[in-house]
């Protein structure tokens, strides 16, 4: 069974960073796609970012230059580096991964940034 | 960017009736070299991750039940419930990944009539 789950999740300030963490088991994130979604609140999905089986990564232009994503193959892990966060930042971010772009299968529940001072 | 505009926003449907949902794309989301659209549905429910129905524009997920169909090609597409389930309330999204960024559809909400 296939298991992701995001961690990292936090409340903080405007113009602050934070790194978010997703650990996956029972798939091998090195060789296939993975994205982030955010879903504020009340609000529907927006996409983030997705790092390709080949680690290339392309980002929406609302993060680029801001976001990094990133994968450990050692940890089967995935990141997501956020910087100079903004109050509109403020939602729950899902990792998700699969076997190429169209089958992005595995989701995690979800952690929760919240930008506020 | 590719805009992907659903409609309903919502709908209500009795159950065992059909529920149908569009999604239209601002430019075709269809690859010629492999004829796929590159086009998903997800399915949403309250307090949870989206989950895929769809991918291709018309292949079922592994798991899904056959009352779900997804159609179209270009820049129009369906999806179908072919008879609405009480487990199937919930928030309907499409997807495109045929070009940078990816877009989501706003959303369609079924709830029971």
Known sequence: ?117 | DVVMTQSPDSLAVSLGERATISCKSSQSVLYSPNNENYLGWYQQKPGQPPRLLIYWASNRESGVPDRFTGSGSGTDFTLTISSLQAEDVAVYYCLQYSAIPWTFGQGTKVEIK
């Open chain 1, 1 to 117: 069974e296939v298991q992701v789950v995001e961690t990292g999740g936090a409340l903080i300030q405007p113009g602050g960073s934070l790194t978010l963490s997703c650990a996956v088991s029972g798939f091998t994130v090195n060789d296939n796609h993975a994205t982030w979604v955010r879903q504020a609140p009340g609000k529907g999905l927006e996409w983030l970012s997705v790092i390709c089986a080949g680690g290339v990564t392309e980002y929406a232009d609302s993060v680029k230059g801001r976001f990094t994503m990133s994968r450990d193959t050692s940890k089967n892990t995935l990141y997501l580096q956020m910087h100079s966060l903004r109050v509109d930042d403020t939602a729950v971010y899902y990792c998700a991964t699969g076997w190429d772009r169209a089958k992005i299968a595995y989701w995690g529940q979800g952690t929760l940034v919240t930008v506020s001072s």
